[in-house]
């Protein structure tokens, strides 16, 4: 009986590309801000009938304001990071099921058949809690980066609505609506936002 040394749910892990939460991705981070975005001139009461409408476009934001640019590469920082630390965490893994494996081998040698099932048992036993042990530090990884990229979008989103609130309210508009859902008039403020963006970035 042979220690059991297959960890194919931690290889699948290591060998392919890890993902980190979906809902930061080019749709889902701009999501909760713009999908149907009502920004009031004086941020209370509803839109008045008639009243100024302006719309921005979700894939030029995400394109150009140097907040989006910044979390895209920190996107990839953090997958890269959560990938290489996975395909560590396997390798370290694989060689120590070998050596648990040559143990194992090694203390059977000269045994009984029962005692040899005993031995296996045994090893088989240590396999698995190594195992899970990877699978939980590979998952707490995971947890620590997604919770540090978490932090980060509340943070830019909250930018991104002050910036279009600013310029909403310099354009005396009474609403600010995402393009997608615009059918016919309404003013593209895209760019005022970005250059604005652009221009408190160099302020900071």
């Known amino acids: ?25 080019l749709v889902g981070l701009m999501g909760g801000i713009l999908s149907v975005m009502l920004l009031m001139s004086n941020f209370s009461g509803a839109a008045p009938a008639g009243g100024n409408i302006g719309y921005v476009d ?4 995400m394109e150009e304001m140097p907040e989006y640019v910044k979390f895209k590469e920190q996107y990839k920082n953090k997958s890269d990071e959560l990938n290489l630390y996975s395909k560590n965490q396997a390798q370290q893994h694989t060689n120590a099921m070998k050596a648990l494996q040559e143990k194992a081998e090694q203390e059977k040698k000269g045994k009984s058949a029962s005692e040899q099932e005993a031995i296996a048992k045994k090893y088989n036993d240590e396999a698995q809690r190594k195992t899970e042990a990877v699978r939980a530090s590979v ?8 919770k540090s990229l978490d ?30 859902v615009t059918y016919y008039g309404g003013t593209d403020i895209s760019k005022l936002v970005i250059d604005k963006a652009k221009k408190n970035k160099k302020k900071d």
Request: aromatic fraction near 2%.
């Open 1 to 25: 009986m042979k220690v059991n040394c297959d960890l194919n749910i931690l290889k699948i892990k290591g060998e392919k590309t890890m993902k980190l939460n979906k809902s930061w991705g």
């Open 58 to 61: 979700p894939a030029k934001l």
């Open 139 to 146: 998952e707490q990884k995971k947890v620590e980066l997604s």
């Open 151 to 180: 932090t980060m979008k509340k943070e830019i989103d909250e930018n991104v609505k002050r910036v279009i609130a600013d310029v909403a309210k310099e354009k005396k508009l009474d609403v600010v609506i995402d393009k997608n």
